[in-house]
Each structure stands twice: as structure tokens, then as C-alpha cells.
């Protein structure tokens, strides 16, 4: 199945480079952080209202991606390689910020 990034714009302004670290909120009680089984993903977590996906990864990295909707944190959280389906369907594929609590 192939799959098609395209930038959600929701009036929101993100940083220049998104790499550079910025603070960003704890996540919102509502916000399950469930640990995956995979190589590069430690945890995932996920705010249905926002959108918003947030991903640390082995190496204590937190990213968080703006614009993501349901059926891709769902597929994701399906996926039977989530860091194939990561960088096939949500990297580069959607604004994100780094964390500076990573």
C-alpha cells in the first residue's frame, strides 16, 4: 500500500528548524503513553482532540507530530514493523517539533 505525505495546516506556527529543541507541554491527561514493541520506537502516545502524536524513541528523542488523525496513530499502533510504518507514513510527512524534556 502506498502512502502519500502531504503538511497539515491548522494555523499553527512551527519552529524553523524542526529539530531545534522547543518546550512543548506535557501531554494532556487524556494522553495514554503505551510502550511499543520496536527498534527504533520506545513509547507512543497520542491526543485525539489536538492531533497530536508524540514518539520517543530508543535513544530518548521526543518528537511530537502536529495534524496527525486517528486512522494513522491506529495503523501505526497495528503496524507489524512501527518503525518501517513510522517512516513510511508519519516522517517527513507531518510538521513536528522536538521535545526539550528528550
Same mark, same amino acid.
Given at each position: 500500500m ?19 529543541? /522547543? ?10 503513553v ?9 513509547? /507512543?502516545?497520542?491526543?485525539?482532540a489536538q492531533e ?15 495534524? /496527525?488523525?486517528?486512522? /494513522? ?29 528528550s
Amino acid at each position: 500500500m502506498g502512502f502519500s505525505c502531504r503538511w497539515f495546516g491548522r494555523g499553527a506556527s512551527f519552529p524553523e528548524d524542526p529539530d531545534e529543541p /522547543v518546550q512543548i507541554r506535557q501531554e494532556a491527561p487524556a494522553m495514554i503513553v503505551i510502550t511499543v514493541q520496536s527498534a527504533p520506537l520506545s513509547t /507512543v502516545a497520542y491526543d485525539a482532540a489536538q492531533e497530536i502524536l508524540r514518539i520517543e524513541f530508543r535513544d530518548h528523542s521526543i518528537y511530537q507530530y502536529f495534524g /496527525v488523525p486517528p486512522s /494513522v496513530y491506529e495503523a501505526l499502533l497495528q503496524a507489524p514493523s512501527k518503525g518501517g510504518y513510522f517512516n513510511r507514513a508519519i516522517r517527513d510527512c507531518y510538521p513536528y517539533a522536538r521535545s526539550s524534556l528528550s
